[in-house]
């Protein structure tokens, strides 16, 4: 699941629920509580491993709007219920993109070589 999340972050900032939908195709069937649990534990690690940031924004999300959650932000963040679902139309979003190191790590367990 790791390296699914890193490159949904290499291409575009990718939304928190949408990390729970890849932790409900992977690790077997489970409830919604143990999907939302298991992509929180990815996420988590992606961001102590430095290889994701996370972002807040409203919805619809421009760039002009993401902002950078902090180091200090993130288990609350992550602990929030409304960060796990798709966000309204003007509701605050949390997403994460995948940060160079990231990327690096991505082609290395790929095998995907950059000449």
Do not use: K
């Not at 949904?8 to 939302?36: F, K």
């Not at 950078?68 to 993130?74: E, G, R």
């Amino acid at each position: 699941m790791e390296s699914t999340l890193l490159w949904l972050g290499v291409e575009d900032y990718t939304g928190l629920w949408e990390a729970a939908l890849e932790a409900s195709a992977v690790g077997g069937p489970c409830s919604p509580p143990e999907v939302q649990e298991r992509a929180r534990r990815t996420i988590e690690s992606l961001l102590v491993s430095g290889f994701i940031e996370l972002f807040a924004c409203r919805e619809p999300m421009n760039n002009d709007g993401v902002r950078i959650v902090s180091p200090d932000h993130w288990a609350e963040i992550l602990g929030r219920e409304t960060c796990w679902t798709s966000p309204e139309p003007g509701g605050e979003s949390i997403r994460f993109a995948s940060t160079d190191r990231g990327f690096a790590a991505y082609r290395e367990v790929t095998g995907w070589s950059v000449t």
